[in-house]
């Protein structure tokens, strides 16, 4: 049986599950909203233990791509939008590489290459 490469929407939530377990594990926030759904923004909605909220955008990002860079234009849209709720506005790019070959798609229940250095505070 041939194998079928994941789908956009498939890398979008393995990239939203490696963020999430970052905010809820190592930064331990808590979620008020999670949106899945690709294009559609912010991904998280969370509070820290102070109870400042934060907008998170989440992207998948493919070889040859920087994760930390980003839509600069679109963020600030997002900071001012996320301004509005009194929420801060942070940006978490997850790279995702075939181990095999970096030119090659990633496979389902394959090993892959993450490349995930936390999110950056768009201010």
Partial sequence: MKKAPLTGQELHNLAMNI???ALRDELQWEFLLVNSE???DPQFVCVDKNN???FVIVRAVPYGEDPQQYDVVFMEIVRK???KHNAR???AGV???NTQ???FPIYKDEPYRLNFKGVIEIE
């Fill in 19 to 21: 963020v999430g377990n």
């Fill in 38 to 40: 690709l294009k559609r």
């Fill in 52 to 54: 400042q909220k934060y």
């Fill in 81 to 83: 939008h996320a301004e």
């Fill in 89 to 91: 506005t942070l940006y």
């Fill in 95 to 97: 790279g995702l590489t």
């Fill in 101 to 103: 070959d970096e030119s």
